[in-house]
């Protein structure tokens, strides 16, 4: 979908002069219109493949812990058995699959419509199994946020509170003082915009899928690289016709 589209009806032009940097943008749906961009079926075909072969299937896999923090599959030395990561999800830790703009061609396609106004970004899928499931505590990121609700309920606080733009400040400021501004909830195919140092948490209110398609500005030198191109790697004659 376009930006245009995604911002109906606020609209581009009115989004990037009034809302861009400066405050949250909910966009309600009357239907899920982001029902294509990834599912429970693929979720579950994702995990399937941890330790896979004795290969690492499922690297940016990351975990929200029980007595807070988080696991990256990838990143931490102390590494857990398929059966002990699926003891994790049953007991409500929320599962992060980052880097999934890759999944499916879809996500792929969303993050390059971004991508025409902010630099290269990245497709970050947070999955919950039931309410009250845990989270990341009140936080502020560091680029501005799409967020797309795939499926269920959850309620957002936003805090009335920016965290400092710098890295090493941001690190420092403290979050038990804050002040909540706006509580709300989203349902299928709703859309929230977070600009970048904006503090904020989530409540799961059933078990739910939402999507965080996140961007750096244009211009920044770490993000100076094109998207490769998405290619159809299918043989002609399988699943249907061929597609270019």
């Known amino acids: 979908m376009t930006i245009e589209e995604l911002l109906q009806p606020i609209g581009k032009e009115r989004f990037f002069d009034e809302f861009k940097g400066k405050k949250i943008l909910v966009i309600k749906s009357k239907k899920n219109i982001f029902k294509d961009h990834f599912s429970w079926v693929e979720f579950d075909r ?3 493949g941890i330790h896979m072969g004795g290969h690492d299937r499922v690297p940016q896999l990351q975990v929200v812990l029980p007595q807070g923090g988080k696991w990256c599959k990838k990143k931490d030395k102390k590494q857990y058995t398929k059966a002990e990561i699926y003891d994790m999800w049953k007991s409500g830790c929320s599962f992060i699959l980052t880097l999934s703009e890759f999944l499916n061609k879809t ?4 993050c390059r419509e ?4 902010y630099g290269i970004g990245q497709a970050n899928i947070y ?3 039931q309410a009250n499931a845990k ?3 009140i936080h502020a990121d560091s680029t501005d946020n799409f967020l797309f609700h795939v499926s269920g309920k959850i309620r957002w606080h936003i805090y009335k509170e920016w965290a400092p733009a710098s890295k090493q ?3 420092a400021a403290r979050t038990d003082n804050l002040t909540i501004d706006k509580e709300f909830e989203l ?3 709703d859309m929230l915009y977070i600009p970048k140092h904006l503090y904020h948490r989530v409540t799961t209110l059933s078990p739910r899928i939402s999507i965080s398609f996140h961007f750096n500005e244009q211009g920044e030198s770490h993000q100076r690289y094109n998207r490769d191109p998405w290619l159809n790697w299918i043989p002609q004659g399988i699943y249907g016709s061929h597609t270019k």
């Open 46 to 48: 994702y995990l399937q």
């Open 107 to 110: 996500m792929w396609e969303q």
């Open 114 to 117: 971004f991508e025409k106004y």
């Open 127 to 129: 999955c919950s199994n």
């Open 135 to 137: 989270t990341f505590p």
């Open 169 to 171: 400040d941001k690190i």
């Open 187 to 189: 349902d299928d195919g």
